[in-house]
């Protein structure tokens, strides 16, 4: 599964973006869908999952409340809808589908190539 991540950009604090991960040929949100990111200098951490089939939806406390995983079946795109957007949210952000719930990097089949957030003061 060959994934494409899109949407980021440079935004204020308080702001909102809406990330798209797309897929050609294959209904993206049959799968388990991660969304990762990667702050300058740290580790890549999990942000968010959701799975259809699982009726299921997991966030990080920090971005629980701001954060929603949503789809858009016409055009076969998993946003990550990112509301009231904070400095320290700047981070490349990566979508990635795995057959494994809840879903774990180390059970990711594949990943986008990232698209960056920053998020001005």
């Known amino acids: 599964v060959q994934l494409q991540a899109f949407g980021g950009g440079l935004v204020q604090a308080g702001a909102s973006l809406r990330l798209s991960c797309a897929t050609a040929?294959?209904?993206?949100?049959?799968?388990?869908i991660g969304w990762f990111r990667q702050a300058p200098g740290k580790e890549r951490e999990f942000v968010a999952a959701?799975?259809?089939?699982?009726?299921?939806?997991y966030y990080i406390d920090s971005v629980k409340g701001r954060f929603t995983i949503t789809r858009d079946m016409a055009k076969n795109t998993v946003d990550l809808q990112m509301n009231s957007l904070r400095p320290e949210d700047t981070a490349v952000y990566y979508c990635?589908?795995?057959?494994?719930?809840?879903?774990?990097?180390?059970?990711?089949?594949?990943w986008g190539q990232g698209t960056l957030v920053t998020v001005s003061s």
């Open positions: 959701r799975s259809w089939r699982r009726g299921a939806s």
């Open positions: 040929g294959r209904t993206l949100s049959n799968y388990h």
């Open positions: 990635s589908v795995s057959n494994w719930w809840p879903i774990i990097e180390e059970r990711v089949i594949s």
